[in-house]
């Protein structure tokens, strides 16, 4: 049996898959850190706290959603929904960066300095 060989379009092809996915890891962490929360529900702002201020995490409970604010970012804990996808978003620290709990009419978006996004921007 005979191997086959890799031909150069295939090399520049492989090579030009992997200078974009570099490209867009890296730009993920040139995103600004994020300084505000704001925690919605059916559209109209509950919450907005300043994180960067907490000493210690804070938790709210909105429509039954769990929410803890820390530090670090926000995230969902629990809800009573049945397929937890906000709770599986995690932690959410950078400007532009949202969790919903769509059963629940509730969000959770993170907003700072210079934050553009598809969203906001």
Do not use: H
Request: net charge negative; with cysteine.
């Amino acid at each position: 049996m005979e191997r086959r060989r890799i031909t150069l379009r295939e090399i520049l092809c492989a090579a030009a898959l992997l200078a974009v996915a570099i490209g867009l890891y890296l730009w993920s962490f040139a995103r600004p850190a994020g300084g505000t929360v704001v925690i919605e529900q059916d559209g109209k702002t509950v919450y907005r706290i300043d994180f960067t201020t907490l000493s210690e995490p804070e938790t709210l409970e909105v429509n039954g959603t769990v929410i803890e604010i820390g530090p670090n970012g926000a995230w969902f804990v629990s809800s009573p929904c049945p397929d937890q996808i906000c709770v599986k978003a995690g932690l959410c620290s950078r400007a532009g960066e949202s969790a919903v709990c769509l059963p629940q009419r509730v969000s959770l978006r993170i907003t700072g300095e210079g934050g553009v996004d598809a969203i906001t921007g």
